[in-house]
């Protein structure tokens, strides 16, 4: 079928269905590579092949079909079977590859894999995002609780004014040296306001000292059975139109998984259970590195 194909492009369209096991077969069929043929998706149906339907053409048009690994469809049949791009590997290289990551960030980056415990560091097309959410908001002072080796925060940093300030919670010693270091090498220490100590405390320090409602924007990347206490005070600093960001609020996938209950993700469901309540804010849950949940002071 595939000679007459590529011997009649003129032909109508004709189908060819493949299971699972040709997928890798379909990825390296040599029409897929003829310019004068395109391969158009009929219903991709989730963990099986998808019907490919292969069209003639005289646009010298491509049309990559993906296995059904890429494409989710939910279970609830009232969101109308819309398809739900599921990031792959290969998918998510692609991502990384247009993210413009300073070169101050690929060094820290490159730096913090090798340590124990990297899996922490946000991802470059996380940090993209927060930085551009402090753009958006004109933010000037802004807070992060979690600094680890620095990467967000140092991301945060670098678009925030000269006058604007980053106060940067961390308990390590040793994380917050790496982050120093790479605070001073990009020339913003004098944007960072780093507390060595437990960000709870801090906290209720900033808001003792006179500046609740006096942030812009805030940045939590913590111990996740503090997620509560953590919002709570800062929905106390935040002022009103400022934006708190929370990551790791899909855990892995765990939180979705009604069996999986233990300490951590039974505290992380609870938290965005009560964030989707929550009418002081507006939330939206962005499934972007472990999931990152948006929310707006109203």
Known sequence: ????????????????????????LLKNSPFLKHKKFYLSAATPI????????????????????YCADSVVVPEDKSYGNKQIISVTSQLYDYILSNVREPEILKKLREETSSMRGSQMQVSPDQAQLLAMLVQILGAKRCIEVGVYTGYSSLAVALVLPESGRLVACERDTNCLEIAKKYYKQAGVTHKVDIRHALAADTLKSLIENGEACSYDFA????EKKMYHEYFELLLQLVRVGGVIVVDNVLWHGKVAD???NDPR?????????SVTEDNRVSVSMVPIGDGMTICRKL
């Not at 940045?219 to 913590?222: E, L, Y």
């Not at 993700?265 to 965005?272: A, G, K």
């Open 219 to 222: 940045f939590v990347d913590a």
């Open 1 to 24: 079928m595939a000679n007459q194909i590529l011997s009649s492009p003129a032909n109508p369209i004709q189908t060819l269905t493949f299971l699972n096991s040709t997928c890798s």
């Open 46 to 65: 989730r963990k099986s092949i998808t019907d490919i339907q292969i069209r003639a053409s005289q646009s010298h048009t491509l049309t990559r079909n």
């Open 258 to 260: 009604p069996e999986i």
């Open 265 to 273: 993700t039974v505290s992380i469901r609870d938290f965005n259970k």
